[in-house]
């Protein structure tokens, strides 16, 4: 889970990282008020979760209440990279002399959380890590032991910061640290930390992640869910305990298993086609699970083809089958479908399947060709009709197996 910058960094600034004074606004009249009470010149920043909103027109400078107003009133309600901004924090302006990079991950590879930092911060640090990676300063650190302070000036150094900085600066990155170890976090950025014209340190961006298997234990953050940021498709997955992701090709995936799911994908595009999504129903699914991954899949109008991989082990392939004819039921739909069920109680899955006058496949390789071809096949003709309520009656012919 995302927060925004103005949770992550009201959040750093509870673990001591200092931060612009600022609140959140919603109307261009909030937005001046906030100006207002403020004073001096202030920076109107939209609250959307994702990044570059620099560059794409998103960050602008007021220097008087009015201004703010205005400049709220063109922001609000403006399309960043396919998101509406309903929020602007309005933070007072920061005089920015130099801007830093600093953050933490998890690195799988060496099994810690990693601290990066580097004199180059700002909005072309990807750019940075691409072309210029010796310029980006990285520290694991031991779970154990912490940060350690002598790992803060080894930063600190690393990337030339001015000594009579150095001790603010060991100051910060323990605080986000401790953010990050606190909040269960998978990752915890400040970006840029500037220098100010006064010579002070200030987090003038911020950005955590959330571990979504630790929210349980994070009532108050699991609560700064942002609603509005998610698309009706991925709150009905996350209400019904599914892991979706959309992606961009025609055809949707149903599967048990983020393994499965991930080789269900590569082999779709081993045959050329593309995954319409990622979609794990979890271990031993019951049918208003499946029905509610197939509502989902199918309200993708990209959508030309699904293709159902499930592996019977604790999930009961007759249990799939009947979920799939429940969403037809509700949702007939004239897209094609593969299924190739294999595991517990196979047999009455295929036989339901088949009476709904679906494709079935034995091999996942054989499944994943047909779901192709079927997709090709749909691109502008209507295709067959799936229902349940038809498919009664409907002969089996359709059956390979
Ligand atoms: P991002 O583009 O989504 O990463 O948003 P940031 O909050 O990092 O802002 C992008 C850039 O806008 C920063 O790198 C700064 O150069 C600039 N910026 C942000 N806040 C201020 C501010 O208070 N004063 C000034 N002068 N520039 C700012
Ligand atoms: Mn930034």
Redesign the pocket.
């Known amino acids: 889970m995302k927060l925004h910058?103005y949770q992550s960094k009201r959040l750093f600034a509870q673990y001591g990282v200092p931060i612009?004074r600022g609140d959140v606004a919603t109307t261009p009249d909030e937005a001046r008020d906030i100006a207002a009470r403020l004073g001096g010149r202030v920076?109107i920043?939209s609250q959307v979760l994702v990044?570059?909103?620099?560059?794409a027109g998103g960050?602008r400078?007021a220097k008087d209440p009015n201004e703010a107003g205005r400049v709220a009133g063109q922001i609000l309600g403006m399309n960043i990279k396919g998101l509406t901004v309903k929020k602007v924090l309005v933070?007072e302006?920061?005089?920015?002399a130099t801007?830093i990079y600093l953050g933490i991950v998890i690195d799988r590879s060496k099994r810690r959380p990693v601290v990066m930092a580097s004199s180059e911060g700002?909005?072309e640090i990807e750019e940075v890590a691409r072309t210029k990676p010796e310029r980006i300063v990285k520290i694991a650190i031991d779970p154990f032991l912490g940060l350690q302070q002598y790992q803060g000036r080894e930063l600190a150094f690393g990337i030339g910061l001015p000594k009579d900085l150095s001790r603010d600066f060991c100051k910060i990155a323990e605080g986000l640290y401790n953010a990050f170890v606190g909040c269960d976090a998978s990752l915890a950025e400040i970006?840029?930390l500037v220098v100010t014209g006064a010579g002070k340190l200030l987090a003038?961006?911020g950005k955590i992640l959330l571990d979504d298997n630790a929210l349980f234990r994070h009532f108050e953050l699991a609560e700064m869910r942002d609603a509005d940021e998610e698309t009706p498709e991925e709150q009905e997955a996350r209400r019904h305990g599914l892991s979706y992701v959309k992606l961009d090709g025609e055809i949707g995936c149903m599967v048990n298993g983020a393994g499965l799911a991930m080789a269900t994908m590569d082999i779709t595009k081993l045959y050329g086609g593309a995954p319409a999504n990622f979609l794990d129903i979890g271990g031993g699914a019951q049918a208003d699970k499946v029905a509610a991954a197939l509502r989902i899949i199918l309200s993708d109008p990209n959508v030309k083809a699904v293709l159902f991989n499930i592996f019977g082990g604790i999930t009961r392939c007759d249990e799939v089958a009947k979920g799939i004819l429940d969403a037809l039921h509700e949702v007939p739909t004239t897209v094609p479908m593969v299924a190739r069920l294999v595991g517990t109680n196979e047999e009455e899955g295929r036989a339901l399947l088949a009476s709904a006058n679906m494709i079935t496949a034995a091999t996942l390789a054989e499944a994943a060709q047909k779901a192709v071809r079927a997709a090709r096949a749909t691109e502008g003709s209507p295709g067959p009709s799936y229902s349940a309520a038809q498919s009664a009656a409907a002969p089996a012919e359709r059956r390979e197996l």
């Open positions: 910058e612009p920076v920043k990044g570059g909103r620099g560059k960050i400078l933070d302006a920061a005089d920015i801007e700002g909005v970006n840029p003038v961006d």
